[in-house]
């Protein structure tokens, strides 16, 4: 029986690994629900009004651990952040846009 699109959403894909990537959804917008226990300091006010995660000027998260490349607030962080399974097609969706974005910039950053 053909898969449907739906279907192939909600596929994981097992050979992804949160260890060998770059933290790409760390770099998306995370807004912060009243029920998240996100310390205040890390979070910002968003054009549209919305409370959401604080991001660096190289566009990752604020509570991001560069040294690891994983969560620095793990136990505190939004709801959001929990519910985003690796190899699911935001994933993968995510890391294809960041390799197509580090492809192009490689010539750039040799000029
Ligand atoms: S959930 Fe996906 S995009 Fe986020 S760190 Fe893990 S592998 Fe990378
Ligand atoms: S709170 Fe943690 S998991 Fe969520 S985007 Fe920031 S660094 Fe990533």
Redesign the pocket.
Known sequence: MPSHDHDHDQQIDPTVSCEKCD?V??R?T?VVMPDDE?PRH?IERSDMGLEV?ARGEDG??????HNRM?????EQ??A??RK?AMGSAYCRDEREQYRHRYDREIPLLLR
């Open positions: 933290a959804c760390c998306l995370v996100v890390l995660m990752w998260c604020i509570a991001l651990d994983c969560c620095g607030i793990y962080r939004p959001i952040c985003f």
